[in-house]
């Protein structure tokens, strides 16, 4: 007899439909698994064996043919163990219910439990989208799926506690959909109050998180980069539920959730500097999403910036521009979005004191140029906004002033980005950085004034196409943060400062 049970594989973030078709027939015992399964799915076989027998069934020495359709989709990892097991329970009449509208996830322990596995709020979310009613999923995944409602989902812990539910001998409740709350408040123990001067630095970094700019801060060791950038997510807005949605399932992918729910707040990554490209950018035999998609919707920090390897900076270069990257495999391509905020630092010279003002530079011409030509022009050229971070003056850093509090620069970004969010409605984009050159014309309006001031200074500053369009979006988050419409000379004047790439001058 032939049976058809549905379940869900992963590629890239998004759930696809896997119907495990289940046959079993007379012949001399076999037990086979067809449809493109990977290594984990062909051990499938051993786990559902044996948790078969400790389910209490007498496993049929029949003639058994497993088929995941379709066919030419690699299928990988453990999740299809609990759906190939109720298939073979059907197809030879061990049990008898109805799973048309039902669909099963989960990987099997010998004894019958049912274990978590990866991608599955992709997959309760596909289950919905298609129609499905009920959907059983391992119990320890609930946490990351119990805010998707229209569609009843069992969480459940072993087979034998399915097939009591399925049988209704017991039945089960599914499991109550959570409502989604977005966290105003941080949930940070670090503070802006913290770091003492830089204001310049910090003004920079309220436009950066108010417009989702890029931001690279050059400075003297010791002058607050590390410490200033660690300071961002506490002054950037709460996600909202799409942005939550898309995190938790780039990181239930990765299978970076550990049974925690819904990511409610934006990430923040910072990878260590000998981070390798495919952990950067995702990839490897099996796809996973690397730090980059890691840092979707939030913050990517890379700091010692030139000490990483320049191929695994130069293969962020056309994810930083599309907000999504492509990994190529064997047989096919899969994407994983990386709409992320990056935030650089370094020094500027190999002994870090190049332009200090009491302390001398060691280092010769030749280094200086070699240190800085570590970052290639196209990278630099991405990131909207270089600044110079200082060393701090005694008076400052011993001064009793308070400085300005997260929570104030907060509010001020909070505004900025409501406008933004308002602004754009219905083209597709929600800030700033991510106007296209289309909407750029019709969202960037410039005054008389602005308009001759960038005239001017395209060619003294050597600006290329994407250095104007840059230039024009700082201006507009500018405007934004001061509540204007219109673009005017100030603003550009400022943005246009952002694009000086530093005193240091590093080539473009
Ligand atoms: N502006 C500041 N206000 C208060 N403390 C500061 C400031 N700048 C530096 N510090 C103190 O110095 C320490 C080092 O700062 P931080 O790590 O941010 O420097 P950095 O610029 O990243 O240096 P490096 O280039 O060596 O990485 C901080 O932990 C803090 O205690
Ligand atoms: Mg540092």
Known sequence: MVNKITSFGISGIDAFVVDVETDVSRGLPAFEIVGMPDTAVRE???RVRSAYRNSGFLFPAKRITVNLAPADIRKEGAAFDLPILIGILCASDSIS?????????????LMGQIRPTNGILSMVMKARDIGIKSIY???????EAE????IDIYPVESVTQLLAHLSGQSPMESAKTKQFRSFSETPYDIDYSEV????????????????????????PP???????????????????????????????????????????????????HTVSDIALCGGG????????????????????FPEFSSRAIDSMRAPLEDGKITVSRANGSVTYPSNIMLVCAMNPCKCGYLGHPTKKCTCTPAQIEKYGSKI????????????????????EISSDKRAESSAEIRKRVLNARRLQFNRYKGTGIYKNSDLTPALIKRFCVTDDEAQKALKENFDKMNLTGRGYSKVLKIARTIADLEKSEIITKAYIMEALQYRALTKYNYKI
């Open 376 to 395: 290639s022009g196209p990278m630099l050229d991405r990131i909207d906004l270089h600044i110079d971070v200082p060393a701090v003056a005694y008076k």
């Open 285 to 304: 035999r099996n796809p996973k999403p690397g730090e980059i998609s890691l840092s979707h919707c939030g913050v990517l920090f890379l700091d010692e």
């Open 97 to 109: 219910v109805d799973t048309t509208n039902c669909a099963f996830v989960g990987e099997l322990s």
């Open 137 to 143: 999923i391992p119990q320890e995944n609930l946490a």
């Open 44 to 46: 499938s076989k051993e």
């Open 196 to 219: 003492m001067g830089q204001y310049a630095a910090k003004r920079a970094i309220e436009i950066a998180c108010a417009g989702g700019h890029n931001i690279l801060m050059v400075g």
């Open 147 to 150: 805010y998707i409602d229209g």
């Open 222 to 272: 010791g002058s607050g980069k590390s410490m200033l950038a660690k300071r961002i997510p506490t002054i950037l807005p709460p996600l909202t539920f799409r942005e939550a949605v898309e995190c938790t399932k780039i990181y239930s992918v990765a299978g970076k959730l550990d049974g925690s729910g819904l990511i409610t707040h934006r990430p923040f990554r910072s990878p260590h």
